[in-house]
């Protein structure tokens, strides 16, 4: 029936909460909470029944008493809850972790306090169950979703959700509602990078069906899968910085000396990075319109910042994704215990290695166990971070995930450890794409690395010397003597104050890439000059079987040296057998493009680049590494919804990505003063299911 025009004012208000009885008694919602309710409550008496069982002097564990405590503790977490929440968002930061933690526990213990049976008393014995309780709660909860995700999504729905109600309110919408927010209709951009997954991993993995969120996207045609070559330095700071800002010729390694300074510069180091930032930003960076950086290097001139290297900072308490992820029961504390799993299962993995042989190698232990577990821990506070964030309606948002570069550091780029993770960055991707409809904007997800991984037996294992020992041996005797120590351990020794003294001859390390710097001197050295003061180095470098390449400066410029020829990188004149022929057709312009960064060394060397396997010889112990040239650590890959256009044919440094990915938010209508004329024209549509699928290298670039 039609409405009047004459109906009183108060009959919207009446339909208004029509519809949110409707919205809170529809029966799929009852249904969906009904069975939430009895799910915590199954797992809540599995686990007070498991935890008093092994609790020592506990005699009575009668059925009825533990369903009591069952209600106990539903009614304790109900009210302790949310005022401990209010107190994680208050605190921020490390308080908001500490306390995320205890939440849990406190719960616990208030209702075994409070239980009539009074089975537990004294406080250490509350708190030793309590403690048992959350771990085997988390373990039994990780095994019901089967190792899925499902847990995770809906706290993440249910944060976002809170969110999006939160800020509705700020905007004069009802104080109270219990109707779902709809997805925004405005576009918005999401890129998630997948650190150091070359393009030929990721292509074989689609390919044999073991990443099904990435498989589907690229079989339905929705999305694209190309390759982008990164140029040299392969590492994620000088990706970063170019993607991010434009400009990665201030990078030119992970670690590098600058002689006007006498500093050594680490990037993954909180002070270094916030002292390089000023350096990369113009003010026109990749997020600079409102955008979002999570876990990255390098801000990109965001409006926000969140686990940010270059600030230094842990989410402070405007960021509900950090506090609702440390007070929930599956967050922070269910992370740790998956963590412990997580350190059992690299120390299995390990042993495997060791009891088959498998070469090449390295040392799994130390301070990676720790690495590891941090590194999921880290990816899932990163994807509950974007949940806040899509909520929000950030427009555009960039999120680096480690999990799969640390893994393969250590065992291997394509080993069976390093195909997990990636994996499971594949079932983060699906988690996003879950979250979707729940988000403010309607986001467009473009998927990228920074890099690629090379593997190969270390240079140390191959020649039983580190390149520190080759350095100080070809330099012992000469007039500027050698550090009595290697120089590697001046180099990365954490500074303090006064600073000790910096070797005359300091070799810097990135993997199979190295800078030599002779520090005495305020400029950089050309080859007669560091003859003058070595007469022995050069030679002795060029002459050994795991350096590929010493490049110099000459009367001609830069100079490529080998074992059996030279190459001159400014015209391309090449006396005897070209030494860049094993690195690929780039590699002259990767080279003469690193001899124009900024504070690079007085002497540049590559390792050797098996031409068969093109493994590398890492002058750091690691058995994947990046940063230097040879095999598949410059081929990175960026995958994009397929109608997209291209500027180009193929992508060439991460200056390039930088300029696609703002044109594309220019496109989308999500950049300011920069129009793209030819770009105007596209309208980013919904991506038809029956596209042709793109998998293989003649179609993607």
């Not at 988000?439 to 593997?455: C, M, N, P, T």
Request: with cysteine.
């Amino acid at each position: 029936m039609a409405i009047s025009p004459h109906e009183p004012p108060a009959a919207p208000a009446v339909r208004s909460w029509k519809a949110e009885l409707r919205a809170l008694l529809g029966w799929r919602r009852i249904l969906t909470r009904l069975r939430a309710v009895l799910r915590s409550a199954l797992v809540t008496f599995v686990v007070l029944t498991l935890t008093l069982w092994l609790m020592p002097g506990v005699e009575s564990n009668d059925i009825v008493d533990t369903l009591g405590l069952v209600a106990i503790v539903a009614g304790v977490g109900a009210v302790l809850r949310p005022l401990l929440l209010v107190g994680i968002v208050a605190l921020g930061g490390w308080g908001a972790m500490l306390l995320g933690v205890v939440a849990q526990v406190v719960v616990i213990v208030v209702a075994l306090e409070i239980d009539p049976a009074n089975r537990i008393s004294g406080l250490p014995s509350l708190v030793v169950t309590a403690i048992l309780a959350v771990v085997f709660a988390a373990i039994i909860d990780w095994m019901a979703d089967s190792g899925s995700d499902d847990t995770f999504v809906r706290e993440a729905k249910r944060l976002m959700r809170g969110v999006r109600r939160r800020q509705a309110r700020l905007v004069g919408g009802p104080i109270i509602t219990f109707r779902r927010p709809r997805q925004g209709t405005e576009p918005g951009l999401l890129m998630v990078q997948l650190d150091g997954l070359s393009e030929p991993v990721l292509r074989w993995a689609v390919r044999a069906g073991n990443l099904p969120t990435l498989g589907h996207w690229l079989r339905s045609g929705s999305h694209t899968l190309r390759g982008w070559h990164t140029g040299l330095p392969s590492t994620t700071p000088a990706s970063q910085a170019g993607i991010l800002h434009g400009a990665s010729r201030q990078i030119p390694a992970f670690r590098w000396f600058e002689k006007d300074t006498g500093k050594l510069m680490v990037t993954n180091r909180p002070r270094d990075a916030a002292v390089l930032e000023p350096r990369l930003s113009d003010g026109r960076g990749l997020l600079r319109d409102g955008g979002v950086s999570i876990g990255n290097a390098f801000s990109g001139d965001a409006a926000v910042s969140l686990l940010t290297v270059s600030h230094a900072a842990l989410p402070g308490r405007s960021a509900r994704g950090w506090a609702a992820f440390m007070a929930s029961p599956y967050g922070f504390t269910r992370a740790l215990v998956l963590g412990v799993g997580e350190v059992f299962t690299e120390l299995h993995q390990a042993r495997l290695q060791r009891r088959r042989n498998l070469q090449p190698r390295v040392s799994r232990s130390g301070a990676f166990l720790a690495l590891r577990p941090a590194s999921m821990l880290l990816r899932d506070v990163n994807v509950s971070l974007i949940a806040e964030q899509m909520a929000r309606g950030a427009p555009a948002i960039y999120c680096d995930l480690v999990d799969y570069d640390e893994v393969a550091h250590h065992a291997g780029p394509a080993r069976p450890e390093s195909m997990r993770q990636l994996e499971s960055l594949d079932r983060m991707l699906g988690v996003l794409e879950r979250l979707a409809p729940e988000a403010a904007r309607r986001y467009h997800l473009v998927v990228l690395s920074d890099h690629g991984q090379s593997q190969g037996a270390t240079f140390r294992q191959r020649y039983g010397e580190s390149l520190d020992e080759v350095v100080e041996r070809f330099s012992a005797g000469d007039p500027a003597a050698a550090p009595e120590s290697p120089a590697e351990a001046e180099a990365t020794r954490e500074p303090h104050f006064p600073e000790p003294p910096v070797a005359p001859l300091l070799v810097v390390s990135s993997g199979n890439l190295a800078l030599l710097y002779l520090t005495k001197f305020p400029d950089r050295l050309d080859r007669a000059a560091i003859d003058r003061e070595y007469p022995r180095l050069i030679h002795g470098l060029v002459a050994h079987p795991g350096i590929g390449l010493v490049v110099v400066l000459d009367d001609d410029g830069p100079v490529a040296l080998g074992t059996s020829g030279t190459h001159r990188l400014r015209d391309g004149v090449v006396h005897g057998i070209d030494p860049l022929l094993p690195y690929g057709p780039r590699a002259r312009e990767d080279l003469l493009r690193h001899q124009e960064a900024a504070h690079v060394g007085d002497l540049v060397l590559i390792s050797c680049v098996d031409p068969v396997t093109e493994e590398v010889a890492a002058f750091e112990e690691l058995v994947g590494s990046h940063g230097g040239l040879g095999g598949w650590q410059t081929d990175a890959m960026i995958v994009h919804p397929s109608r997209w256009p291209m500027t180009g044919t193929e992508l060439v440094g991460p200056d390039a990505v930088h300029h696609q990915l703002v044109e594309w938010l220019a496109m989308l209508g999500l950049r300011t003063q920069e129009p793209v004329p030819e770009l105007e024209h596209l309208e980013p549509h919904a991506f038809e299911a029956g596209d042709v699928a793109r998998l293989s290298r003649t179609h993607d670039g």
